[in-house]
């Protein structure tokens, strides 16, 4: 079968759905299908290209926020469009921006069946500009994007049950599929035997995009109330516009005396990532908005136990294995209480490590991807 995935920037680094879309086309060639990509351009120069490469779309004074947030837009160009949909027998929509409206009426146009891939809330883009709080505003949006792409597509992924349930409420037309976006096995490199934690600073480990959204200030918020404060080493992997802020936040508990070991701000690779989820005695994951949240999955398959926040538009909470690694979004006091019952308890934290790290078999990217093919050919049939 011949797949086009359609995605502003199929390159982008530090953005999840860039690199789930890379993971997810990798895999579909491997399982035995044709898979083209249009895209806009590569920004290292010396790197891959898209298969129909579209022009870069820069939104001037808005555009370093943007690439902060690892998004990166592409001009809309419909000869290329066009040649792009003729030749392929699926098109699949990464997301629901102008390049996917324009391409969702060609494919109409050329009787060309449509799917896609629901990433992505409104409030992950209105965070970013202060507005992630305004119901009213993230509606409207996501009704645009049901009427003006998602509804052009025959089916649509669902990442989790949080993203099919809105989607149900919302009343989309697609036949929607509840598919995790999966992850790459991967085994442990933490050792099994339970390590000496005596006199040592615990690691605790916050990764992911540091905006507003993320919430990462909770989780700073939280050492005011956390007894094993002056133990902690906090470890931010990632970056976004709130990194500043969080380093003037951190110099400030440092000062005050309440952390007594500086944390570290550090964007990492996929290595790198696995090495710090390997070393950490606990994972915490604030985002207030979350379609799936595969950072926390890929962090627990190295064994560590995670504290998740648990909000209307987070789906990451279904990784949660009980209450104890679920705290109410935006609550410092619960966040903190969280982190004290598991640093107080060597032992329980790291017999639940390694069921943590069992769960996430039931989320491996083979299954995603045979689920996908399914999807595929089912909106071809039509």
């Known amino acids: 079968m011949k797949i086009l995935f359609v995605v502003n920037n199929y390159f982008a680094l530090g953005n999840g759905?860039?690199?789930?879309?890379?993971?997810?086309?990798?895999?579909?060639?491997?399982?035995?299908?044709?898979?083209?990509?249009?895209?806009?351009p590569n920004p290292d120069p010396h790197g891959s290209h898209p298969d129909y490469e579209l022009k870069h779309l820069s939104f001037g004074i808005l555009e370093p926020i943007l690439k902060s947030q690892g998004y990166n837009f592409a001009k809309t160009d419909r000869r290329i469009i066009t040649e792009?949909?003729?030749?392929?027998?699926?098109?699949?929509?990464?997301e629901p921006f102008v390049i996917q409206m324009v391409a969702s009426r060609i494919a109409k146009k050329l009787r060309k069946p449509c799917t896609?891939?629901?990433?992505?809330?409104?409030?992950?883009?209105?965070?970013?500009?202060?507005?992630?709080?305004?119901r009213g505003i993230n509606a409207s949006l996501l009704l645009i994007w049901r009427d003006f792409v998602f509804n052009y597509c025959s089916d649509l992924?669902?990442?989790?049950?949080?993203?099919?349930?809105?989607?149900?409420?919302?009343?989309?037309?697609?036949?929607?599929?509840?598919?995790s976006n999966g992850i790459i096995p991967d085994a442990p490199l933490r050792?099994?035997?339970?390590?000496?934690?005596?006199?040592?600073?615990?690691?605790?480990?916050?990764?992911?995009?540091?905006?507003?959204?993320?919430?990462?200030?909770?989780?700073l918020r939280s050492m005011n109330y956390c007894h094993n404060a002056d133990r902690?080493?906090?470890?931010?992997a990632?970056?976004?516009?709130?990194?500043?802020?969080?380093?003037?936040?951190?110099?400030?508990?440092?000062?005050?005396?309440?952390?007594?070991?500086?944390?570290?701000?550090?964007?990492?690779?996929?290595?790198?990532?696995?090495?710090?989820?390997?070393?950490?005695?606990?994972?915490?994951?604030?985002?207030?908005?979350?379609?799936?949240?595969?950072?926390?999955?890929?962090?627990?398959?190295q064994a560590v136990v995670p504290v998740i926040a648990k909000g209307r538009l987070s789906a990451t909470p279904q990784f949660a294995l009980d209450e104890r690694s679920l705290f109410e979004a935006r609550n410092p006091k619960d966040l903190a209480a969280r982190i004290d019952l598991?640093?107080?308890?060597?032992?329980?934290?790291?017999?639940?490590?390694?069921?943590?790290?069992?769960s996430t078999k039931n989320y491996d990217i083979q299954l995603s991807i045979a689920a996908l093919q399914q999807m595929f050919r089912q909106a071809e049939a039509l």
């Not at 789930?20 to 086309?25: D, E, I, M, Q």
């Not at 989607?167 to 036949?175: A, E, I, M, P, T």
């Open 17 to 40: 759905l860039s690199a789930s879309a890379r993971r997810t086309v990798q895999y579909l060639r491997e399982a035995g299908e044709e898979v083209r990509v249009l895209s806009g």
């Open 84 to 94: 792009a949909i003729r030749w392929c027998d699926v098109v699949h929509l990464e």
């Open 116 to 134: 896609g891939t629901y990433h992505l809330h409104p409030e992950n883009i209105f965070y970013t500009l202060g507005m992630g709080w305004w």
């Open 157 to 179: 992924q669902c990442p989790s049950q949080n993203v099919l349930e809105r989607l149900k409420r919302y009343g989309f037309r697609s036949h929607l599929h509840l598919i």
């Open 191 to 219: 050792p099994r035997e339970a390590p000496e934690t005596e006199n040592k600073p615990y690691i605790v480990a916050c990764i992911g995009r540091l905006s507003g959204e993320k919430d990462q200030f909770t989780l």
């Open 232 to 236: 902690i080493k906090l470890i931010f």
């Open 238 to 301: 990632g970056r976004g516009p709130k990194r500043k802020a969080l380093q003037r936040k951190v110099r400030q508990m440092v000062n005050k005396g309440i952390l007594k070991n500086e944390p570290s701000f550090e964007f990492m690779d996929r290595d790198g990532l696995r090495n710090l989820a390997s070393r950490a005695d606990l994972y915490i994951h604030c985002a207030i908005v979350e379609v799936e949240g595969l950072s926390a999955l890929e962090a627990l398959q």
């Open 342 to 358: 598991w640093l107080d308890n060597d032992e329980e934290r790291h017999r639940m490590a390694w069921m943590y790290a069992e």
